[in-house]
């Protein structure tokens, strides 16, 4: 049977929601009967899990099964993937007209904020007062190198200036030398003026500058220093956002903490993708693209 | 000896460098004769202790490398990098304001930086990014970062699409003239280019500390015929 892709994501949902609450069951079963709990992670989600590869599930529908087993960790994605998106324009060459029109997109679309650099803040914060679109800038961007009082001071200034969300670079040498408590207290610290200000903090570890492990204790740090969501990448290193490093960070920090994906995400379907995964927020600077392929799907 | 080293800033401004590798930077630098080390701020004060007493100067990158912070964040991280021992400060300019043609702004910014160097007896380098302008622009920036009182121009941050070129070099160097400083960096891989960009009219070359190492050795090995001066890159290769 032919099946349309806005259908056949209708039908892997509905589908896991009936095996995550048959699972639940089964937990709850297998507790009381003394026996460990049925265990939720697939340890080849990766290369086989429906949230990391709707593809199959699709593949198999359109091929014509007419019965899907998964296992739980589908999150209902909103059709509207706007409300996920920082709209996104950090080149140091961008011109205030390029600022005006990426404030304009992300009034018309309701995206969640724009992202753009300090100098750009107050214009933005101007433009889009009374929008219900957040500001967000980056802090200690992109290398993450400064000391941490030039990065608290940074996103002290830039809040004055109407920033409702920073997003601060860990330092990244500190991680690699394992000098834990000087990665922490540089988080902290920002969390700290960012939350007296009422404005929330964003961590970005640039994964792809990490190992597997540094990643973790990045993302531990990050949670042990209160930080509101951990990030993949500043859009500027060796590499963007990948589902494994989304579903590790996801992974290590549990359900409640934010995790936004950002860097080379071009696509609703990588967008999508990257939900799936674990990420409650995108960085995008292609993000029109995207809610316009959303609206077509 | 090198006839080189001395114009050379042995750079390391990596996100992730560590102290270590700062360490081995500064090492090398003191046996070298390198002009300065070029550092993130966050290793500005290791790096001073370490190469104090062996006259290397310590470069401290401010608002680097987009350009993008405000006028008041870039001179508290200035100061900052001047507290923690910086000799000279590479600023990058407000490169969106210079391309909207904001030329107060430009200038405004990079002189409250100039300014606290001054006041500190530091040097300050003003960044163009020419990768990212057009001639008119760099013409522009030259102009307004010399009527600011910078002490040097630079090409590059190493960041932007593309390094020094000879042609970037020059044009600087016609536009201030023969007393500011001109400073290339980005891409310099080879002893070839280096002696270009220094013929073409730089005064000072910011190049990565493997780089720095490797043009040495094509130095050394030109003059004698031979690599004969000792230099083991391990630590830099990768």
Redesign the interface.
């Known amino acids: 049977m032919q099946l349309d892709s806005r259908t056949l994501d209708s039908l892997v949902e509905e589908i896991t929601k009936q095996v995550v609450a048959t699972l639940k069951e089964q937990t709850g079963q297998s507790a009381a009967a003394g026996l460990p709990p049925t265990p939720v992670a697939c340890p080849r989600c990766e290369e086989h899990g429906v949230q990391h590869r709707p593809e199959i599930a699709r593949q198999a529908l359109q091929d014509g099964a007419s019965r899907l087993s998964t296992t739980l960790g589908l999150r209902s994605i909103a059709q509207d993937v706007a409300q996920y998106i920082d709209h996104t324009l950090l080149k140091p060459d961008a011109s205030q007209a390029q600022i005006t029109q990426l404030c304009d997109e992300a009034r018309q679309h309701k995206f969640a904020t724009v992202c753009i650099n300090p100098t750009n803040v107050r214009l933005c914060s101007q433009l889009l007062h009374g929008s219900g679109v957040g500001v967000c800038t980056v802090v200690g961007f992109p290398l993450g190198a400064t000391p941490v009082k030039v990065k608290s001071y940074e996103a002290q200034q830039a809040i004055n200036d109407g920033a409702t969300e920073v997003d601060m670079v860990i330092n990244i040498g500190a991680l690699k030398s394992k000098e834990y408590e000087l990665v922490r207290e540089d988080i902290a610290s920002v969390t700290r003026t960012s939350h007296n200000n009422s404005a929330i903090c964003k961590v970005i570890i640039e994964a792809a500058l990490l190992t597997d492990d540094e990643k973790i204790r990045a993302c531990q740090l990050a949670k042990e220093a209160g930080a509101d969501y951990v990030k993949t990448s500043t859009g500027f290193g060796p590499g963007g956002a990948t589902l494994h490093d989304v579903a590790l960070m996801r992974q290590t920090v549990g359900p409640e903490m934010g995790v936004k994906a950002a860097g080379g995400i071009r696509t609703y379907q990588e967008t999508v993708a990257m939900l799936k995964a674990g990420a409650t927020r995108i960085g995008a600077s292609a993000s029109v693209k995207i809610v316009q392929a959303a609206k077509a799907a | 000896m090198s006839d080189i080293a001395h114009c050379i800033d042995h750079t390391l401004?990596?996100?992730?460098?560590?102290?270590?590798?700062i360490a081995h930077l500064c090492q090398e630098a003191c046996e070298r004769g390198f002009a300065a080390v070029a550092v993130?701020?966050?290793?500005a004060q290791l790096a001073s202790e370490l190469v104090h007493g062996c006259g290397v100067a310590v470069v401290v990158a401010v608002g680097?490398?987009?350009?993008?912070?405000?006028t008041?964040?870039k001179s508290?991280?200035a100061q900052?990098a001047i507290e923690?021992g910086a000799n000279e400060l590479d600023v990058?300019i407000?490169?969106?304001?210079l391309?909207?043609a904001q030329h107060d702004l430009v200038a405004q910014d990079i002189a409250a930086v100039i300014r606290i160097c001054h006041d500190a007896g530091t040097l300050c380098k003003a960044i163009l990014?020419c990768g990212?302008l057009d001639e008119d622009e760099t013409v522009t920036a030259c102009q307004l970062a010399q009527a600011a009182g910078a002490d040097f121009v630079k090409t590059s941050t190493g960041?932007?699409p593309r390094g020094a070129t000879t042609h970037d070099v020059a044009l600087m160097r016609k536009t201030v003239g023969r007393a500011m400083g001109v400073k290339a960096a980005g891409g310099i891989r080879t002893y070839q280019e280096a002696v270009a960009l220094l013929s073409a009219g730089a005064n000072r070359l910011g190049i990565s500390a493997a780089s720095s190492l490797q043009i040495l050795l094509e130095e050394a090995t030109r003059a004698t015929g031979q690599a004969s001066n000792g230099i083991e890159l391990g630590e830099w290769a990768r």
Do not use: C, M, W
């Not at chain 2, 401004?13 to 590798?21: E, G, I, L, N």
């Open positions: 401004v990596r996100p992730d460098a560590t102290q270590a590798q993130n701020e966050v290793h680097f490398p987009l350009g993008a912070t405000s008041r964040v508290y991280e900052r923690a990058v407000n490169i969106g304001a391309k909207g990014e990212l960041y932007g």
